[in-house]
């Protein structure tokens, strides 16, 4: 949530700065060898995204079009600027001594990591090198290109599972809810720890059942070591309206403190470790 | 330097110093020593901690309705007739019956003396601001027979100087009032009574007699007979107040007694921007610790001798004119003091009076002053660090200065002058020399050295940047020849200004708290480093167009290349080596031209308040700031635009070059009050973490404040709800309701970051 606010109207990592026009569309790319990628923006000093400081990284490109996405501007791959991984890893490593020291680690966030697998599968690996945790926050939407050796290089994943009913699924994020569920259960069968994420938006997310639901499927499983409600907010509001997209959520009012409570309980009746 | 075998003296001490480990100490004029040998480090936590007595709250309450006037009125009282000196009033009280530690500046709290001597114009023209008449026969004295620090310093300046001043490429130089800065041992004391540090003085003086009257010695055998006249007079202030300082203290009380009358001898006898007190916490609780043992205090009383000296310390009060304020704003006079640190052999000097000291903010609630400032080692015991960060997040009034990078320069027992200046104390003192507006100097390599306000030719004339672009290895060769110009203007005024200073407004009383043969540095500033990095940064690698006025001034820029340029405070080395090398480079011109007393030339970069005013006067700048608009607070990137969070931010602070930089380089942070998914006490840990990376990497300096912006704009409409709301700024902490305005909005739009 950190990335929301370092990202103020007129910042330097507003809006269309250092675009790649160029770019193809995030569904037609193909990034085998990954030595170049499109990043969106990065920040250094967030305790949300992972344990310890986390350097957050944010690459372009997501098939997902969730109505309350906070980072529209991430959408396109066009939205980011083509770099190479040396120079990515390079960045990193002036921060890699001071996050270490610090307990934290590298995340990938988004945008999807895994729509451009090879390049960022090439900078977990560097991060590891350096002697990092890494951390990659995902909607698991392409969970199923992830393979053995992608995820070998991460520590924590943080998936987003936005609702457990495909209807609301689709209607919130335009795809389909099976690839998620079908990587949550293989995430749990190789016991790799995952913090479940939650986004609770009053009148998308909030109906109990589609709670519940998410509280039964994750609740058995080991590999979850935490399930965090995140209220939805405003603060990503200006961005839509500055791309000229249609925004639906803008009388929206931010998920209040009972809800959340409601949703918390929900949560831990079902046996999850929640927060 | 050591004291010489003519000043080693055994003296009858009866029994002031019965169960103090005895050591060199004893003998000459040591107060290193007796710490080292004397203190208990305490490495527990707090919970040994009392709360404030019925004495300290009756005081406390008392004070409470001048507190609320002066927010209203501003100056309260001003006694306008009597210039201040030690013995120019009698004895003033708040509460007689409940003060444990006496003494008051005037014989009324909240009534603020004159300092003529300084300057008359500044002190009528605070009058004047004030509502107050100047008195005729002030006047007459000060016009007609005896000359002021000012009028000297105006008789020596050049026409070069005063375009200067005029300009605002020089600013806030301290030839109009009290030069400040300079620490009195005030220990000196307690430990020692008046008369051993008569008989020293005697001594240091016996020593030049037959030494051959070349102007040095002269001017020298002046200043200890002005120094030997002064402790006499210190005697005597004590003893308007019944009480007799001939001889060292001889229990706890006493001891913050007679060290407090020292201190409050020297705000009588000058009127210095920053009149620091020192180091006193670990050196007073050796006193405490015997008092304790012998069961003649317990906890709660040693807290109330602490609340009720640091209640002292949060009412001095000096007039001053609304042009000093506009920089130094909130009243400030940095009664700085300095908790923790380690000594030369390893051991931490935290001790409970560290946090008895600390726990003031608690017990009075948070303010400004004293400016308590911890001198952070990675090496104090972890609940002590993590007691300072939690007093921050309760407070916000403190400040964290790296002693792991200061020992080695300055050893173990050094103070802070103000906000980040190191000094030995007792051995050391500096001419403070306020700052030069290095973002207008750039402007003035590039038009040519006319004033891009004025239009007039301020700097000598050089060939003004042509054509429509910048071009960085250009800019770059007229830049350094502006610098050189403006050190050497810098460093000619400060000669004349201390010059002048010491024969006209000489601080007798601080300087006879010093050894005879010390340590002076000239303290040189610089304001508008990020302004001048990111500027030069985007002539590199951006593509700069200039906009000329009808003068044929350049007025504006304009970057056309479409991607953003590298700005200071993202730890990016292309413009952070940028910045480094611009401290370095100015050093470099200062260090060229010959000082006032030989004094070794140092540096800061440090606004205090006045990067707004120096920001109003300087026009656009290369990296698009505005005109008018505020600079970075000392060395912090420009607002907002360290944008890769905090950490990032201070790894680019943290690589600034402490050793082109002896007098400190002062850096603000802003954090929300923000939960994460922490504890309370894992995010107290995260945050020490957070301190020992910041200053392991180098990191010299670190105001922290612990704030939203929200509550900042709430307390800006309804000030009343937020009297002790208390904020750092560059330097230093201030009453947020107190700044100006233009002031709170500068603070408003600093970079808040998210959780430490």
Redesign the interface.
């Known amino acids: 949530m950190s990335t929301v606010q370092a990202l103020e109207p007129g910042s330097r990592h507003d809006l269309r700065v250092g675009i790649s026009p160029d770019a193809p569309d995030e569904d037609k790319i193909k990034d085998e060898v990954g030595s170049f990628g499109y990043c969106h923006s990065y920040e250094t000093s967030s305790r949300y995204d992972g344990p310890g400081l986390r350097l957050v990284l944010f690459v372009s490109g997501c098939l997902l079009r969730c109505t309350y996405c906070h980072n529209p501007d991430t959408w396109h791959l066009k939205d980011g600027t083509y770099v190479s991984v040396d120079q990515v890893l390079r960045r990193i490593s002036d921060f890699a001594p001071s996050i270490q020291a610090l307990g934290g680690g590298l995340t990938i966030s988004g945008g999807e990591p895994m729509v451009q697998l090879a390049f960022t599968r090439r900078i977990f690996a560097g991060a590891r090198k350096m002697g990092l945790h890494t951390a990659i926050q995902t909607s698991g939407f392409l969970g199923d290109r992830a393979d053995e050796a992608y995820l070998s290089e991460i520590d924590l994943v943080l998936l987003d599972i936005k609702s457990s009913d495909p209807e609301t699924y689709r209607r919130v994020t335009g795809r389909d809810l099976a690839p998620t569920l079908r990587f949550a259960e293989r995430l749990a069968s190789m016991s790799k720890p995952v913090w479940v994420r939650f986004t609770l938006v009053p009148g998308e997310t909030d109906d109990p059942a589609n709670v519940d639901g998410i509280g039964r499927f994750v609740a058995p499983m080991k590999n979850v070591e935490w399930v965090e409600v995140q209220p939805f907010h405003q603060m990503g509001s200006f961005k839509w309206k500055a791309m000229g997209l249609d925004y639906k959520l803008e009388d929206t009012l931010p998920a209040d403190r009972e809800l959340v409570g409601r949703v918390i309980e929900q949560f831990r009746a079902a046996g999850c470790q929640v927060r | 330097m050591k004291a010489s075998a003519a000043l080693r003296k055994e003296v009858d001490t009866g029994d002031c110093w019965k169960g103090f480990r005895p050591g060199d100490w004893q003998t000459s004029i040591n107060v290193r020593d007796f710490i080292v040998r004397n203190v208990t480090p305490y490495s527990g936590n707090e919970d040994f901690l009392a709360g404030a007595s019925q004495r300290t709250k009756a005081v406390w309450a008392k004070l409470q309705p001048y507190f609320a006037d002066e927010r209203k009125k501003g100056v309260l009282a001003v006694d306008t007739k009597s210039p201040s000196t030690m013995l120019a009033h009698k004895a003033g009280y708040i509460d007689r019956n409940n003060e444990v530690v006496v003494g008051l500046q005037t014989d009324q709290p909240f009534k603020r003396a004159i300092f003529p001597f300084g300057g008359l114009r500044m002190v009528e023209a605070g009058l004047k601001a004030a509502g107050f008449e100047p008195d005729a026969a002030v006047h007459e004295t000060f016009t007609k027979y005896r000359k002021s620090h000012n009028d000297g310093v105006f008789d020596a300046y050049t026409p070069e100087i005063m375009n200067c001043r005029r300009s605002g490429v020089i600013t806030g130089l301290p030839d109009a009032y009290g030069r400040g800065r300079i620490i009195g041992d005030y220990r000196r004391v307690a430990l020692y009574g008046v008369d051993r540090l008569i008989e020293g003085k005697r001594a240091e003086r016996a020593q030049i007699d037959d030494m051959w009257p070349t102007d040095d010695i002269i001017r020298m055998r002046e200043e200890l007979s002005e120094q030997l006249r002064a402790l006499k007079d210190l005697a005597s202030m004590a003893k308007l107040y019944d009480r007799d300082i001939s001889k060292p203290a001889t229990n706890a009380e006493e001891a913050f007694q007679w060290t407090y009358f020292a201190y409050l001898g020297a705000i009588k006898e000058a009127n210095g921007a920053a009149m620091s007190i020192g180091r006193i916490s670990s050196f007073l609780d050796v006193y405490i610790e015997r008092d304790l043992k012998t069961g003649i205090l317990d906890e709660a009383r040693a807290q109330e001798l602490w609340d009720q000296l640091v209640q002292k310390l949060r009412i001095v009060r000096f007039l001053r004119t609304p042009d000093y304020d506009a920089l130094f704003s909130g009243d400030p006079y940095w009664a700085t003091e300095c908790v923790g640190g380690m000594d030369l052999d390893g051991r931490a000097l935290v001790t409970k009076s560290s946090y008895r000291m600390l726990h003031t903010l608690y017990n009075l609630g948070p303010a400004p002053e004293p400016n308590i400032t911890v001198l952070w080692s990675n090496h104090m015991p972890a609940p002590f660090k993590r007691y300072c960060v939690k007093v921050s997040r309760d407070t916000s009034s403190l400040q964290y200065e790296n002693d792991d990078l200061m020992r080695p320069f300055w050893g173990d027992d050094y103070g802070i002058a103000c906000c980040v200046s190191a000094m030995r104390l007792g051995k050391q003192m500096q001419f403070f020399g306020a700052r030069v507006n290095l973002a207008k100097a750039l402007l003035y390599a590039i038009n040519g050295g006319r004033d891009e306000v004025s239009g007039e030719q301020v700097a000598p004339g050089t060939m003004p940047v042509a054509g429509d672009f910048l071009d960085y290895d250009d800019v770059m060769v007229k830049f350094d020849t502006t610098m050189e110009w403006l050190a050497k203007t810098y460093v000619h005024a400060m000669n004349c200004i201390h010059y002048m200073h010491d024969k006209y407004f000489y601080e007798r009383l601080e300087m006879a708290l010093h050894d005879r043969d010390i340590l002076r540095t000239m303290a040189f500033g610089i304001a508008g480093l990020s302004v001048v990095a990111d500027s030069l940064s985007a002539i590199k690698y951006g593509k700069i167009r200039v906009t000329r006025d009808d003068r044929g001034l350049i007025v504006d820029y304009q970057n056309e290349d479409?991607?953003?340029t590298p700005?200071f405070g993202n730890?990016d080395?292309r413009v952070d080596q940028i910045a480094s090398s611009i401290v370095t480079s100015f050093m470099e011109k200062i260090r060229k031209h010959p000082t006032y007393r030989n004094a070794t030339h140092t540096q800061s970069v440090l606004t205090i308040t006045s990067n707004v005013v120096y920001g109003k006067a300087t026009g656009n700048t290369p990296d698009g700031r505005r005109k008018g608009e505020p600079f970075g607070p000392g060395a912090n990137p420009m607002h907002?635009?360290d944008?890769?969070?905090?950490?990032?931010s201070c790894?680019s602070v943290a690589k600034l070059p402490y050793r082109d930089a002896q007098d400190g380089i002062s850096y603000t942070v802003s954090v929300a009050p923000?939960k994460?998914?922490?504890s309370e006490s894992q995010l107290l840990d995260?945050a020490v973490?957070?301190f020992?990376?910041y200053f392991?990497?180098g990191g010299f300096h670190m105001n922290l404040n612990v704030i939203d912006r929200e509550t900042l704009e709430d307390a800006m409409k309804n000030p009343d709800k937020y009297p002790q709301l208390t904020i750092r700024v560059s330097g230093y902490a201030v009453n947020f309701v107190r700044l100006t305005p233009e002031q709170q909005r500068d603070v408003i739009s600093r970079t808040f970051?998210?959780?430490?």
């Open positions: 479409n991607q953003s700005q730890n080395d907002g635009r944008s890769h969070g905090w950490l990032a790894l923000q994460a998914h922490l995260e973490k957070a020992d990376v392991d990497r970051h998210g959780q430490i």
